[in-house]
């Protein structure tokens, strides 16, 4: 009996995978902070689930601001090959969760995003550096 999470092939597929979902992902989050998102977290969950590799997590502060982000990082992605599975909450605006697969894209309002605290549930989870990738608009990674 082989155990396939053991296999070399497989876990090198695994890993550029996470590596390819962890870019996207870094794609998203200097589409926010263009679009003046807040508080951008990347978690790489890739560890702790099979089921996604990493959360993007945003703070807007008004539902026309994160319609705006939710709807560049869709545009962008698709551009990048990304496929959306899921969006909701659009209508809502307070969560809007936009599934690609392999990353979870949460833009939040202030309230929502603490009430929720993701950040929190999903602790154990190693924050992906974002200064990089943000400090040519300007914006800083959250500080949390």
């Known amino acids: 009996m082989s155990n396939v999470q053991s296999d070399p092939t497989t876990l090198a597929n695994n890993a550029q995978t996470v590596a390819d979902s962890i870019e996207s992902a870094k794609a998203a989050a200097r589409i926010a902070a263009e679009n003046k998102g807040q508080d951008i977290v990347l978690l790489d969950l890739s560890k702790q689930t099979s089921i996604f590799d990493c959360f993007l997590i945003v703070t807007g502060t008004s539902r026309r601001q994160l ?78």
Not at 67 to 82: N, P, T, Y
């Open 67 to 144: 319609h705006a982000i939710a709807e560049e990082i869709d545009r962008q992605l698709k551009a990048r090959g990304e496929v959306r599975l899921t969006m909701s909450g659009y209508d809502e605006s307070q969560w809007i969760a936009i599934d690609y697969g392999g990353i979870i894209v949460h833009l939040f309002d202030q309230e929502h995003r603490e009430y929720y605290d993701l950040e929190g549930l999903w602790g154990d989870a190693q924050r992906v550096d974002l200064e990089p990738v943000l400090i040519s608009t300007g914006a800083l990674p959250s500080p949390r």
